[in-house]
T-cell receptor
Framework: DAKTTQPNSMESNEEEPVHLPCNHSTISGTDYIHWYRQLPSQGPEYVIHGLTSNVNNRMASLAIAEDRKSSTLILHRATLRDAAVYYCIRRGGTGGFKTIFGAGTRLFVKA | NAGVTQTPKFQVLKTGQSMTLQCAQDMNHNSMYWYRQDPGMGLRLIYYSASEGTTDKGEVPNGYNVSRLNKREFSLRLESAAPSQTSVYFC??????????????FGPGTRLTVT
């Protein structure tokens, strides 16, 4: 199964860090972990991706467990504009091009 | 640089009518995709085109056809629309060639209602 498991929703306070977890216990060695987010009434937007090592970019950090069965997207300082649905996706390996989006985690940010 | 563009933005069809959703990208990407998103759900892949001249079925291809017209354009056709095809349709593209490591860029979506 190429799906990942994420909590349905999470809540954060503005200006605080947010850790969004994702479980991908059946991941294969060639699968990349991608994160996208979708703001209301918009198309998904790429956030970050990685294979084995932790990754940082201007938007977020991605922490990948040593066994690669889970990962965490870290938003260092949540803003109201970060309120969105966050999708954790496996790409590659047996899934091929058939990228599977689950229901994602809806992040609520309180002022 | 417009990224991924989709037309139309909104469409209402009657059951049995046909229509084509257009998608174009100006990033010289090899791979293009069509997804649908039903209310409160994640995206489901309808068809994809790994490179110019090739197309393949995704998760939910029934009732749809696609054409990769050239490297820039990838269209989705509904031959006989059904109410179950009411959804938001997203087109995406990615650089491909070692595709699993490349991010996808999405268009703004087409909101289709079939009555």
């Amino acid at each position: 199964d190429a799906k990942t498991t994420q909590p349905n929703s999470m809540e954060s306070n503005e200006e605080e860090p947010v850790h969004l977890p994702c479980n991908h216990s059946t991941i294969s060695g060639t699968d990349y972990i991608h994160w996208y987010r979708q703001l209301p009434s918009q198309g998904p937007e790429y956030v970050i991706h990685g294979l084995t090592s932790n990754v940082n970019n201007r938007m977020a950090s991605l922490a990948i467990a040593e066994d690669r069965k889970s990962s965490t997207l870290i938003l260092h300082r949540a803003t109201l504009r970060d309120a969105a649905v966050y999708y954790c996706i496996r790409r590659g390996g047996t899934g091929g091009f058939k990228t599977i989006f689950g229901a994602g985690t809806r992040l609520f940010v309180k002022a | 640089n417009a990224g991924v563009t989709q037309t139309p933005k909104f469409q209402v069809l009657k059951t049995g009518q046909s229509m084509t959703l257009q998608c174009a990208q100006d990033m010289n990407h090899n791979s293009m995709y069509w997804y649908r998103q039903d209310p409160g759900m994640g995206l489901r892949l309808i068809y994809y085109s790994a490179s110019e001249g090739t197309t393949d079925k995704g998760e939910v291809p029934n009732g749809y056809n696609v054409s990769r017209l050239n490297k820039r354009e990838f269209s989705l056709r509904l031959e006989s629309a059904a109410p179950s095809q009411t959804s938001v349709y997203f087109c995406a593209s990615s650089q491909g060639q070692g595709w699993s490591s490349y991010e996808q860029y999405f268009g703004p979506g087409t909101r289709l209602t079939v009555t």
